[in-house]
């Protein structure tokens, strides 16, 4: 009995980390003596039930801040917020000029080609690891259409 109650966790557990898949990470290079960095990516949640990105922690900063970028006034401010609702079936962007992942304190700079791994901390899929390539120090190349 306890070793089929034990392999049923095993099992929902991994099943409920599948439900959240990470598309599309990424990160700008930073200018030398940079303290903060951001994290872009797309998350797909491909469960029935919604889920919540609560949390972050990487190894390249002593804190990861949920944040979003809010206009107040003429000026465009950037805001702590307790995490992102993830639709049941849907994606949920993090962009520039939106909420996004701020790498507060990094203990390294982000040089462009690296990558830098991440653990997100879902309410219902637990932790996802990821790995955000870093690109160029500027704004992203525009999009061709």
């Not at 998350?43 to 972050?56: E, H, Q, S, Y």
Request: proline residues 8%; contains cysteine.
């Amino acid at each position: 009995m306890r070793r089929c109650a034990l392999a049923f966790l095993l099992l929902f557990s991994s099943l409920a980390w599948a439900q959240i898949e990470v598309e599309n990470a990424w990160s700008r290079a930073t200018a030398p003596g940079a303290k903060v960095a951001a994290g872009y990516l797309v998350l797909r949640n491909k469960g029935a039930t919604p889920d919540r990105l609560v949390g972050a922690t990487t190894p390249a900063a002593r804190k990861v801040e949920t944040h979003v970028t809010v206009r107040d006034g003429d000026v465009m401010r950037m805001r702590e917020v307790p995490g992102y609702e993830i639709p049941a079936g849907a994606s949920f962007e993090l962009k520039p000029g939106g909420p996004h992942l701020m790498f507060m304190d990094v203990t390294r700079p982000f040089k462009e080609g690296e990558s830098v791994p991440v653990t997100l901390r879902f309410e219902r899929a637990g932790e996802v690891k990821a790995e955000l390539r870093v690109g160029r120090l500027g704004p992203p190349p525009a999009h061709k259409h």
